[in-house]
C-alpha cells in the first residue's frame, strides 16, 4: 500500500521548544508516510531530522523579509512532493503556506501550528488574513485556543495536542555545596531573566548558602550578564550556556524557578514535573493549565524572593503538589501526542 506524503514546513532548525517537538513527532510518525521537511534557517535539529532517514530542505533566508522568496520555494517544492498533507509550524511557516496553498487555489490540506497566543503584531494579522487557505490550527493549550479565539479564530478549526516529552533518566545526580536555584530558557524579554537577577539582588541581601544556574543562550544573554555584573551578583549566578545534560540538572536542583511574561507551553515546566523538582513560577495561564506549582505574578520580585527564602529555610512543602504533577505529566508523552496527530494525518 503506498504510504501517503507528509511535508512539514517550519520556519528554523535551531534549538527550541517546536523544534524538538517536530523532531519528536516526526521520529514517532517516520515508519507511516512518506515525509519531507522545508526550513528557512538552518540549525541544530536539521542534522537530527536527516538521521532520521528523512528529506529537508533548507531555504537560506536571510532576514525575516525573505518570505516571497520562501513562498517560491515552497511551492515549487510543493509541486514536486505533492503532499497529501501539509504541517506547518511557528507563524513565518504557517503564513508562508497558507499563502503557498491559496495562489494554488487551496487544493492543499493544510495544518497549521500556532503554539503561542501572543506574537509580533504583524504576524498576528497575516496569520488571521491568510487563516482561510487552512484546514486546521493545531495548539498547545487550552489556554492558547482561547486566545485564538479572541483573536477571531474558529473554535471549531482549533484542536489543542499537548507537547509530548521525550523525557530522559538522569545518568548521575550532580552534588552541590549550596542549595541550587535551576532556571532553563532562552535569553528572551519574554523568560524575564531580568526579574531572575533581581531576585537573587534581594536574596542575597540576606542569605549566601544558595546558588542560581541559568542554563540556555539568546539575544539578552549579555544584557543579562552585564546586569548581574553590575548587581556583583558573580558568586550567586552561573550561566551554564546550553546543555545537553538537562535531565541531570533538573535531577541534581533543589527548585526551579520561571518568572516568565508568557508561554506557548513552557517543556522545560514539563520536565521539571517529571523529575519531581519542585516549581516556581508565574500566575500566567499557560502555567497554571499545566501544573502544580507556588505561583506569583509576573515581575513580583519581592513575592519570588520571599518565597525562596522560605523554602530555604525549608518551610515550604512541595510534597503534595511533586505527587500530583507525577500524575498529570502522562498527559504530556510523546506517544500521546503522536496518537493525536494521527487522527489528522490518517
Known sequence: MKKKKLLFVITGFKKGGAERQMLNLLN????????????????????????LGIKVHLIKLKSNLGIFKAVYKVNKITKNFKPDTIQSMLP???????????????KYTIFTGIRNSREP?????????????????ITNSITNKNALIKRGFEDNKIQVIYNGINFQEPKE???????????????????DYETNVLVVEKLSQKRGDFQFLYAGVGPEKEKIANLVKEK?????????????????????????????KFEGQANVILEAMYYNLPILTTDIPE??????ALFGEV?????????????????????EKIIINKESIQNFTVDKMVNEYLKFYK
Open 232 to 260: 556583583n551578583l558573580d558568586n550567586f549566578i552561573k550561566f551554564l550556556g546550553v546543555r545537553d545534560d538537562i535531565p541531570e540538572l533538573m535531577n541534581s536542583a533543589d527548585l526551579f524557578f520561571l518568572p516568565t
Open 299 to 319: 515581575g513580583d520580585i519581592n513575592f519570588f524572593a520571599e518565597k525562596i527564602n522560605e523554602f530555604l529555610d525549608n518551610k515550604i512543602d512541595f510534597k
Open 121 to 137: 503584531k504583524l504576524l498576528e494579522i497575516l496569520e488571521k488574513i491568510t487563516d482561510r487557505s487552512s484546514n486546521k490550527i
Open 92 to 106: 513565518h511557516a504557517n503564513i508562508v503556506c497558507k499563502l503557498v496553498n491559496a495562489i494554488n487555489f487551496n
Open 287 to 292: 502555567n497554571t493549565e499545566v501544573c502544580e
Open 173 to 191: 545526580k550532580y552534588h552541590y555545596d549550596k542549595k541550587t536555584i535551576l532556571t532553563v530558557g532562552k535569553f528572551y524579554p519574554q523568560k
Open 28 to 51: 514517532g510518525i517516520k515508519n507511516d508516510f512518506e515525509i519531507q521537511v522545508v526550513g528557512f534557517f538552518d540549525g541544530y535539529y536539521k542534522k537530527e531530522i536527516e538521521n
